[in-house]
Structure formats: C-alpha cells, structure tokens
C-alpha cells in the first residue's frame, strides 16, 4: 500500500506545520518519506492505537499512538485511502497468534550455531554460582522440573537446604499460581537472601504448616539473622481486600521470627491509568508550566516511581544493614515482586550495574520468574485490562539512579531506552511469551533469535563514559536519596521522538565521542612512535627529547606548513559533535505565543517560518 | 559609629556547627565588624567558616535550658545552625548578628572596608566603559550617536552618564522624549544586530495617560530606526490589561495611531512582590525534605517560578525573534524600564550574539543592561528567599535572568564559554559582596558613593586567570549562530545548583563532573602529543628526502 501527498503533522504546532511526503505500508513496518527524503519508519508491533479523526479541509486525519511514546499525526488527502491505512494498521498492529509476531520473520543473517550461541550468552545457573549458590544452606530444588509445582516459574529454582520436597509442594498450594518462596538474589558477604512468592491463600484465618515451615527454612538458612522481613509491597487496604477472596497475608502470629511490612506500591491497573494520564498532559498542545506540573502531579506518575524505589530501600536496608534475609510478594508476584527484587538486587550488587549484569538480571527476576511481557505489552491482541508499564517503571526507576549515580553504571540511557524498544518490538525471542514454559512450547530458542548478543555487538553505544567501576569500593552499595525532589520526569523516555524539546548539544554524546576518539589516539601515538623508532633507528634518549620540544604545536600553523601537504587531516573532528540540530525558531513555537495575542489585530504578520535546517 | 558598639560578645567557645550533610563541628565562633567567622579547633583538620554579615537574610534563636541555638539563613539560601552555650553569650551573639546585618548606611558595608589580597591586574572598574562599547558600534554603522546629555545625571537619574542614541535625534529633542517617558527613561539602543542591521531599543513607558498625550520627537526617535517601508514591534512586557491600566497613572503605551509603523504585541512578566513570593515558596518547598510527591509538585507549581522562567524566556526568545527572522527593529520596555525590560533586552542579546556567551561579553552585558541600565540591585537584592520583612521593592529579577541564562546553558551546553559556577557567583555577588560592583541602584548613586575609588570591582577579581579557570566552560567551542532554546514545560528544569544547592549531597554529582573534566582534559592532551608526533615524522621524511635530493 502506497498513498502519496500524505502531510505528517507537527505533533505540538497549533499552527498546523506540516510535511509533506508519501506512505508505504510493508508488512511489518509503516514507512513516511518527507519531500526532503527523511525516513520516518514504525514497526506495526510498536503501535498501540490509531485513531480516525473527523474529515478536514485538508483531509482526513490519522493519529498513530506507538508504545515507544511516539504519536504521528497524519493527515490523507483521500477519505478511502486513510480508511484503507486505518483498517491495515489495525489488522497489522494486532496480532492474534505468537507465530505472526516479528521475531518469527526477522531474519538478522545468523547462521545456526551463532543462534544457539546467541542464546546460550545469558547463563542463569552460572549468574546463581556467581552469588555462591548452591552452598551449605541454599540448594537447586528439582520439584519444578517438569513445571508440575509451578507453570510460570523456572525449571531451575533454588530453596533452602532444610525445605524438603513435601515443604515445597505444601507451600505452593498455599500460594497464589503456586508461586512458593524461592531465591531471587543471595547476598554472599551477609549471607542473607531475597526471595520470593505470590501472596498465601490464608483468607481469614487459613494456615499452612509447610508454608510456615518454608519460611522458617528461609531464616534459618542465615546464619547471620534468624529473624527475616516478609514485605508485602501492596498497599495494606489492597492486602486485606484479598482475604474475601481466599487469599491474603502472612498473620505474624503464625510464623516464627518474621516481621511484616507493608510497602503501599500500587496494582497494574493503577499504574496504566498513571501513564494515561502522564501521556495526555505530556501531548498536550501549547502546555503551560502549571499545567504540566499539576498534570504531573495528578497523574501521580513519579509518586509510583518513587514508591518502588522505596521498597528497594527498604529492602536493601534489611539485608545491608541487618543481614536480615527478606521475602518479597505482591499478589501473583509477577509483576511489583519483580521490580522490587530486581532493584533491590541492583542496589545490593555493582554486577547488575554492567551491561552484561544487566541483561543477566532482567533475565533472571523479569523473564525467567515469569513477568508477564505478552499481556503486560500487549503482544497479542488480548484483554487490554493486563496491560501495565511495570517493566518500564523499572526502567525509569533505573535511569534515576543513573542521574543520582552517573558514574556507578557501565550502561547508559540509552540502554535502557533501547531495551525498553524491544520490549515492544517484538523483534527478538526474548520477551515474546508471558513465561518460560510458553516459550519452551514456542520453540523460541530455533525460531527466533536472542536480543542480547546485538546489544552487547552495538555496546559501544550503550557505554557510560562516566563508568568507574571502582565506584565506591570498600561498599558496592547504592544509597539512593528517595526526597521527591530528585525525580524528575524522564523526558528523554516519554519525548523521545519530540527532538525540539532535547537540549540541542548533548553534553553526553560529546564525552562519549571523545573518551572514544582517546582510545583511537591512544592508538594512533603508539604506532606513530613505533614508526618514529623504526626510522630513526636511533637511541630511544633522542626521541624523548624531541617530544618535550613539541609538545605544544600550533595546529593551525602547521596546516599551511609546507612539509604537511601530503599529510592526513590531522585529527578526525567529530563532526556529530558540532552539530546543532532543529536549531531554528519555528521548531519552538515561541510565534503561536503572538499568534495568540495578536487575534484581537488581525492586520498582524505571522511569524512563522519554514524549516531551516542549521548546522554549524 | 563604631563597629565595636554592635559587638558585645565578640568571641565564644565551645560552639557547635551544624550544617546539613556534614557532621556536626565543635568550634569558636567570632564576630567582626562584618564577618561570622567559625573555627574548629581539631587540630588534624581546622576548618574554617567565614560569613558575611551582609549574606545573613534572617535569624532565628530559640532556647533549650541554657543552651542557645542560632538557625542563620542565608541570601545564597545556605541555613546553618550554630549552638552557643550561654544564654547571655546567645543572646548577644544574635543581636549583634541582627544589627550588623541589617545596616542602614552603604558606606558601612564591607566593600568600603575590603583590602584585596591579590595583585589587581586590570582595573575592573575601567573593563567595560561605553566609549569601548560605541567604537565597536561605530566600525560597523553610522547611524548612531554618543549623546552625553545625561552627563551629571540631570536628564536622567537612573541611565549613565552617556548613551547611545539615533544620530538625527538632537539632545534637545532628546530632553522632550524624557518628558515623555516614565522616569525620563528615553528610548536608548541597546542591541545592534549586525547580521541584518535591526536594533534593540529599550525605553520606560510612555506617559500618555488617559487623555492619549502624544510626543512628535518620541514618534520620530523610534521612527528613526526604522528602514524605509519596514515596520518594528514594540515588546511591551506588560499584559494589555495592566498596560491600559497604567494609564490611570499617567502611564500607558504607544498608541497605533501615533505609531502606524509599530506593532505592540503585549507579555506578561510578572514583577516586584509576585517575584519575591515566588522564590520565597520555592526555596520552602526546596527546603522540606519531607513532602511526599505530590506536595514537592504541587509546591513547585505553587511557587510559580518556572512559569515565570517560562514567560521570561518567551519574551526573550520573541525579541529575537522579530530581529533576527522577521528582520525588524524592537523597542522593548514595561512600566519603568529597569526590571522585565532588562530581562528580556539582555536574554535576547544571548541567544542572538555569540559574543555574550563569553565571559567576557557576558560580563559586559551585565554591565551594560543591568548596572549602567540603571537595574536598583541594592533595591531588589537587599533581602532573599527568608526574609520576614515585606518591602516591597525586593525581587529576585536578576537571579530569574540568571536561571534564564542557566535554561539557555543547559540546552546549548557547548556555546557558553562560562560554566554555571559563573552564574552562582555572580548570584551570590549581586546579594553580598566583597566588591562594590553591585551597590547602589544606578550610576548616579555609585557615583556618589565613590565606589569606583574607594571599593574594589567584581571584574577585577574575576578577571585573573586563577579565577577565571573556575568559571571556564572546557566544553566550550564558539558557536557563531543564533541559539533558540526551547520553552515547552518538559525543557525547563528547577536550577538545582542554587535551590537544591544546600539539600542534598553532592559527592557523586561532583565526581562525576570532575571525570568528564579530565577525559576533555586528557583528549587535548592526546591530540597535542599526536600533532606533534605527526610533526616529527613529517619533518624527519623531509629530511630524508632532502638528503636523497642532495
């Protein structure tokens, strides 16, 4: 499908500055190219709902919401062909069957063995003896072997040595999904552990002798602190109001040496409508400061945010400072037991804090534990009530240490956004599916491909220049500071696309091109002195001399001296670097201010202005 | 009077330094004439605190048994908290804290008193005359004129002695506009835009008053800026309904049938008591680390003052606007002339002239539309974000321009030689200063004060390489364009380096800054060896090619 004069539309313009150019339909992508030949490319998986507006003068609109945050505001000449683009998006955007997804297309010219190595890059049994597991207390259980305790956890799960078979299984019918306590992180120096489950079926007054004795094995598998923290993360209210349905909260009285702490982070349905609401101010045309504070304040976004980041806190104070082990549940434990064990572990251990470490960890606390990536990110048509931003609170709750902490992470923000794309890209094997066991049955490992190794390929981009991983040593703990005042809304998530609102020279890329451009120098004097040595053949005394006698070279100087002409340039300068980019006034609607003000006086010229493009 | 007078206790021991995010430090505190000196007395680690009594914008005392503490807040927003034994040591201690930051006379002020330490290189108070500034005018037009008409501040009580104004405008004609004009503030230049040859005026309002009074020279100064057939905009900062109101007054605005080649296109910039709200909500909100989410942002959004950056900026952004794209000239002024005028005449010079993102022409437009532009510093600086008395001519109208600047910075962090240290010092200078720069309201009263004799100059001390070293930007490269930041609420940001400077630690955001210093540092280092090595191996196969040719 092919519609030509079709006008993309400036998302934030009230003035309705446009460009004009055609649209391609393939069948996985939606393609723009503008008169001036810039691509505009959108995978249909990325897309999360198109919206016919009322015919114009101009045409008929077509607003494309993608769940990467960016919204393309089309405008069709012809009705018959936007509603031709309209039900192919919809058909193509909404997928019934894992088998149609992307990844079982995507062809990135591996040959077999680079798959199974691809896959084989991320190795959760060797991540467990990393933590030093198993050992005298902690042991890999069988029980789930075959996914008959448990079908959305792992086959391979490690328990405390004392928790016998028949604990396990007793424990997992008295819990939700069967999800019994199991290690998440074991903290090696305090010999405390992180683990855990879904919420107990204790209902009123229900008890369950092996799920008190499964707890009792947790603590006493730390020799360190026999007492152990039990952290709900739900808000208390939510807690009590499962108990009518059969399920519920650990009663203190029933378990030996725990102690009980609700943490108040907020259910999936909560936290979509926060991002709806968060998306509406953010998209709002000609916003005023007041507004986009109240709207950030009434969508109560951050205040989630801050709230997970929290519980991590709490956590990772239990175990840091009382060697406590801690248990972690929500309701199913899917999805706010996940971001908080993973932070938690994140904060505790600077591994997590590489790139590869990183992969590693969402490998094991978000896919392999089961975190719903299909229903959450809606890969499948389905019921959209399951869709939630969990996993990219997560990673918005990263990037805040980031900014906290920028010299504690190999990877940058720009990981994090790339992970985040493909999250929804439905490009790669690894998120497709909503737990292990279905993507044992998806073949997914000969279908499709791993995401990882292209990111660890491509990691150059993904490097902090700032890392120093000897960042605080003698503790590789984070003490996050959780004051409000220190999130703040992550633009360069939610405005990605919207480049007029970025600062216009990134401080950012610039260090990174250059800590780059120092290792290519690096390179560049050793074999320049290698080729000095080999002509003067001389005693190396010599040289040395000469290289205090030069070591301020006028550079300009030397490009009109003779002796250069058949030189190279003498430093690549990274171009990129200079750039400027949108530079120009129409991109920042200051004019639609006057345009506002001058409606009362008709007679006054528009200052608006075509696109002129500048780079210096 | 004597300094002496004020100081019953000069001296106390025993004291106790609080400060947030440091431990708590046992020490003797020390009163002089105009200084709060601490010292502890470890003798591994002597730390010394030394505080303007000038910097000092609010004290509080309270009493636990006979133990007194003082919570003294800061102009720079600092609070520190000093436990003194005794409770008559206290008490004097506070009041004379009290009196000696609360002087009535200039002349008593530090600046009269300060003996420089440092070999004056360049006499800061002779770096930016307007002579230097006309020369640079006159190379590239000739349309203007010198005019010390003001010459003994007759004319004018808050402009310099000499401005620059449109050659065919006489003095005497001169003298009518200032009869026109709110303080007598005449329309005088304050931009030239090269690239195009449009200027930036900046004047008072008109006093048109309710019967429509109309003045011929007025219509025929700013006419004469005009190209022929080209029509200017004339910025008023006021929204039309407070200009229409200024009439009431005698004030008013430029009405289009004495004007028809002018356009008036009105903003709203706040001013005076609404300002000083503003910073004094976001600095309490900024303080209370205990406000749970949506208090910090319904507090944040209470304050008001990133809506102020917001309209500021646009304002700004619109003068330059019309300059450098819509290729027109501009008159810009409110009612006097001297607050929302500046912001918005400085702002737009920097985003339009690369010459202002240097330290150097960045000190010159601070002085040239700010100090010699006839801003009262003493006036709106004389207090800060704690205190309890409302005057109401305070108001933070030079820290917004700086957050403004700071805005700009933040997203063109490559095109300002100067860093954002720059910025807070010259926040914290134009509230307490060892200097004389920002005393006074205007150049009539610096020079009746004598300051340029008898205090030392800002620039004089910034201006040596030691200092300047602080405030360079190692990011910097010249940027020769025009710089149009974005307004939009998701682009601006709170400048932590002022209101969170004090509440929160800083370690990690400091190391990671002086990390990106040293890998620029390092790649110049790498570059140089590289060109020289080049060098050598060019030189040494000319001379191998030279000994094959002999």
């Known amino acids: 499908l092919q519609v030509e004069q079709v006008k993309l539309l400036d998302r934030f313009s009230t003035s309705n500055k446009s460009l004009t150019g055609t649209l391609y339909l393939t069948a996985t992508h939606l ?72 990844a079982f297309s995507y062809n990135p010219k591996q040959n077999e063995s680079e798959q199974v190595k691809g896959w084989q890059l991320i190795d959760l049994a060797e991540e467990y003896k990393r933590m030093g597991v198993p050992n005298a207390n902690w042991q890999l259980s069988d029980a789930n072997r075959d996914y008959k305790i448990c079908e959305t956890y792992p086959r391979e799960l490690y ?76 808000p208390k209210l939510n807690a009590m109001a499962n108990r009518a349905a059969g399920k519920g909260y650990e009663n203190e009285d029933n378990y030996s040496n725990i102690r009980f702490q609700f943490v108040g982070i907020e259910n999936i349905h909560v936290m979509r409508s926060s991002l709806q609401k968060l998306l509406e101010v953010s998209g709002t045309k000609g916003l005023s400061v007041n507004d986009f504070l109240s709207g950030l304040e009434n969508s109560g976004w951050l205040r989630h945010i801050k709230a997970v980041l929290d519980a991590a806190v709490f956590l990772v104070k239990a175990i840091a400072v009382e060697s406590a082990s801690v248990l972690v549940h929500c309701s199913d434990g899917w999805d706010r037991t996940s971001q908080v064990c993973s932070l938690g572990a994140l904060l505790l251990d600077s591994y997590y804090r590489t790139i590869k470490g990183f992969m590693v960890l969402i490998e094991k606390d978000w896919i392999s534990f089961g975190h719903k990536f299909s229903d959450r990110c809606c890969q499948l048509d389905g019921d959209p009530k399951e869709i939630s931003p969990v996993f990219t609170q997560f990673l918005e709750s990263v990037w805040n240490l980031t900014e906290q902490f920028p010299q504690a992470f190999e990877y940058n923000e720009a990981f994090l956004l790339q992970i985040h794309e493909h999250v929804h890209s439905c490009q790669f094997g690894n998120f497709l599916g909503n737990c292990q066991k279905e993507r044992e049955e998806l073949k997914l490992k000969e279908k499709t491909y791993s995401l990882w190794p292209f990111l660890l390929n491509e990691q150059k981009k993904y490097q902090n220049p700032l890392y120093n991983p000897d960042f605080s040593p003698e503790l590789t703990l984070l003490e996050p500071n959780t004051v409000s005042f220190n999130f703040k809304f992550w633009r360069n998530m939610y405005h990605q696309f919207d480049r007029s609102m970025h600062p216009r020279q990134s401080v950012f890329n610039l260090i990174m091109n250059m800590s780059e451009q120092n290792k290519q120098l690096e390179e560049d004097i050793k074999e320049l002195e290698a080729k000095i040595r080999q002509r003067n053949g001389q005693s190396d005394a010599v040289l040395v001399k000469e290289h205090q006698q030069s070591a301020h070279p006028a550079p300009r100087a030397l490009k009109t001296s003779p002796c250069f002409k058949k030189e190279q340039p003498l430093i690549p300068v990274p171009d990129a670097v200079r750039t400027i980019e949108g530079s120009n006034t129409a991109d920042n609607r200051y004019s639609e201010f006057v345009a506002e003000l001058s409606k009362a006086e008709p007679a006054v010229v528009s200052l608006e202005y075509g696109v002129a493009r500048m780079t210096c | 009077m004597e300094f002496a007078e004020l100081i019953k206790t000069p001296r106390a021991d025993n004291v106790v330094l609080h400060r947030p995010f440091y431990l708590a430090v046992e020490g003797t505190l020390c009163l002089t004439g105009h200084h709060l000196i601490f010292s502890s007395r470890r003798q591994d680690n002597a730390e010394e605190l030394w505080l303007l009594h000038s910097n000092i914008d609010s004290i509080e005392k309270r009493f636990v048994g006979s133990l007194g503490t003082i919570v003294i807040k800061c102009k720079d927003l600092r609070i520190i908290q000093l436990d003194i034994p005794g409770m008559e040591e206290c008490l004097n201690i506070a009041s004379s804290i009290e009196a000696l930051s609360t002087l009535d006379s200039v002349t008593l002020m530090y600046p009269f008193f300060y003996r420089p330490m440092f070999e004056i290189v360049e006499d800061g108070w002779r770096s930016f005359l307007p002579d230097q500034e006309f020369e640079l005018l006159s190379s590239v037009t000739d349309e203007w004129r010198l005019s010390c008409i003001n010459k003994e501040f007759s004319v004018c009580p808050s402009y310099p002695p000499v401005v620059i104004v449109p050659k065919s405008i006489d003095d005497e004609a001169l003298r009518k506009v200032a009869m026109f004009r709110h303080g007598s503030r005449f329309p005088v230049l304050s931009y030239y835009h090269k690239k195009n040859g449009m200027v930036m005026m900046r004047s008072s309002q008109p006093l048109t008053g309710t019967n429509g009074r109309r003045c011929k020279e007025d219509e025929r100064l700013i006419n004469a800026t005009l190209r022929p057939g080209k029509r200017g905009y004339i910025i008023d900062t006021r929204s039309l309904n407070v200009a229409q109101q200024a009439r009431a007054k005698g004030g008013g605005f430029e009405q289009e049938v004495h004007y028809p080649q002018w356009r008036r296109i009105h903003k709203c910039i706040e001013r005076f008591n609404i300002l000083q709200e503003s910073l004094i909500k976001l600095v309490e909100a900024c303080n209370d680390q205990s406000h749970n989410m949506d208090r910090w942002l319904s507090k944040l959004e209470a304050s008001n003052w990133l809506t102020h950056i917001k309209e500021i900026l646009t304002a700004a952004c619109l003068a330059a606007q019309c300059i450098d794209r819509e290729g027109a000239s501009v008159l810009v002024h409110g009612t006097e002339g001297t607050d929302s005028t500046l912001q918005v005449t400085s702002l737009a010079q920097i985003i339009l002239d690369p010459r202002c993102r240097t330290i150097r022409g960045f000190e010159s437009l601070v002085v040239r539309e700010w100090l010699q532009a006839g801003h009262p510093f003493q006036q709106r600086c004389a207090q800060s974000a704690y205190s309890n008395s409302k005057q109401k001519w305070e108001a933070p109208v030079f820290l917004l321009f700086l957050d403004c600047v700071w805005q700009i910075l933040r997203q063109f962090p490559c095109s300002f030689e100067f860093n954002e240290q720059f ?128």
């Open chain 1, 31 to 102: 393609l723009f190219i503008d008169s001036s030949q810039r691509e505009t490319w959108i995978l249909h998986h990325h897309i999360a709902a198109v919206e016919k507006l009322p015919l114009t003068t101009s045409g008929c609109p077509l607003v494309i919401q993608c769940k990467n945050f960016r919204i393309v505001h089309f405008v069709v000449p012809r009705e018959r062909d936007c509603h031709d683009i309209y039900n192919s998006l919809l058909q193509l955007s909404r997928t019934a069957k894992y088998e149609e997804l992307y």
């Open chain 1, 159 to 234: 328990v405390p040595r004392t928790a016998s078979k028949p604990i396990i299984v007793g424990s997992s019918k008295f819990r939700s999904k069967g999800r019994f306590p199991v290690l998440s992180y074991y903290h090696k120096n305090k010999e405390a552990a992180i683990c855990r489950c879904s919420q107990p079926l204790s209902g009123f007054s229900a008890r369950c002798l092996e799920d008190e004795h499964m707890l009792q094995a947790i603590s006493k598998a730390n020799p360190s602190n026999r007492y152990m923290y039990v952290m709900d993360t739900r």
């Open chain 2, 423 to 550: 910025l807070i010092m010259l926040f914290e200078h134009a509230y307490a200063s060892q200097f004389g720069t920002f005393l006074g309201n205007n150049e009539n009263e610096r020079a009746k004060l004598k300051l340029l004799q008898k205090t030392m100059s800002l620039w004089s001390w910034v201006n040596r390489s030691e200092e300047l070293s602080k405030f360079q930007n190692p990011l910097f490269e010249a940027n020769s364009l025009v710089i149009w930041p974005s307004v939009a609420p998701q682009s601006l940001q709170l400048w932590e380096g002022v209101f969170l400077r004090w509440n929160r630690p800083s370690k990690f955001l400091d190391e990671a800054h002086e990390e990106m210093i040293n890998i620029i540092k390092y790649n110049k280092e790498l570059q140089a060896k590289v060109n020289a090595l080049r060098r050598q191996l060019a030189e040494m196969e000319t001379d191998d090619r030279m000994q094959e040719n002999l």
